[in-house]
């Protein structure tokens, strides 16, 4: 908890997005819930888990410094943990194989498997009650309800299924063919694939947006992968020089690879092309981490300083009052900036070697400081 307060303000002026916690049994658990016991033992350890009084600690903490605090559960996917100690019945697939070495049977698209059972009537049961204990610790109005990355084959493992679900009617909450019903104009859109296009369609039919394009802002990126027993490592030579692939100048087995540097959030124009009628439905802009690979021990170093020009992005834009790119002009203040995060204790990664630091500009790749347009 100690390290979300910190991570809310490294400086007192400056807005950062939230870290995702690493991890929490879900749902929370109650602090009379008879059931309390088994969801813990659901968790990590007894020691990484939210109890009601951490969170309305954060909240309060947030709110002194003007951040807002949104809950996401997701679902259905991604569910297991929690879910399962309070109904069995109520989660499918968690027993299964994730990815069954054939990816056209796969039940996830990451381990571990697990999605709400959405034909079961006790499911929404206990989300309702869900909703309602975060109703009593969250003040704010809004909450997220996930639903990325469902895949259809869980289901199949559905003790209530009578037949399998359609691919058609399954898929993220996102504006394309694979989403079976046309969304509320009052649900804003978290827009996290496909940069500007879905931007600009989910902008275009009168959603709000908040703007996370992986390929801009993920800040869990190029790390390699994860998972384990992975064949694609054991390669000694390339495969073809012609072309780039996992090992050799590809994406390192990170999907969302390469990693984004503070120059790649800055320069994002996620307006571009936009009418002004759809500019006007962007509300925001949030740089995910995800913590597959990140925990309270580099937590402070992935945020920090790149979340600082996200923050400049959003508050004050990239360009002067000419039109032209300020990156060149942010570069010595985001540098000079990481200094006072390790200065004030946090852990933020280094941007350059000290001789940048020391000599403005003198690492700039052009001396033509109009370079970026």
Known sequence: MELIQRSQSPLSSTPTPNPK????????????????????????????????????????YARARGIRIIPEIDMPSHASAGWRQVDPEMVTCTDSWWS?????????????????????????EVVRDVYNEL??????????????????????FSSHLQRPPSADHVGDVVLSAEHAHEVPKDIVMQSWNNGLEYISNLTARGYDVIVSSADFMYLDCGHGGWVTNDPRYNVMNNPDANTPNSNYLGNGGSWCAPYKAWQRIYNYDFTLNLTDAQAKHIIGATAPLWTEQADDVTVSSLL???????????????????GRKRTTEMTQRIINFREYLVANGIMATVLVPKYCLQHPHACDLYQNQTAIK
Do not use: M
């Open 21 to 60: 916690p690493t991890s929490t049994a879900l749902p929370p658990p109650s602090e009379d819930d008879a059931g309390r016991a088994s969801i813990i033992q659901a968790a990590y350890s007894a020691h990484e888990i939210y109890s009601h009084a951490d969170l309305h600690k954060i909240t309060a």
């Open 100 to 124: 069954n070495d054939v990816w056209e049977l796969h039940t996830a698209v990451e381990p571990n498997p697990g999605q709400l059972d959405i034909i079961y009537d006790g499911t929404y």
């Open 135 to 156: 109703s009593d610790i969250f003040p704010d109005h809004w909450f997220h309800v996930g639903g990325g990355e469902i895949q259809p084959n869980c289901f199949n």
């Open 304 to 322: 920090w300083p790149r979340a600082a020009a996200l923050a400049e992005l959003v508050w004050s834009g990239n360009r002067d009052a000419k």
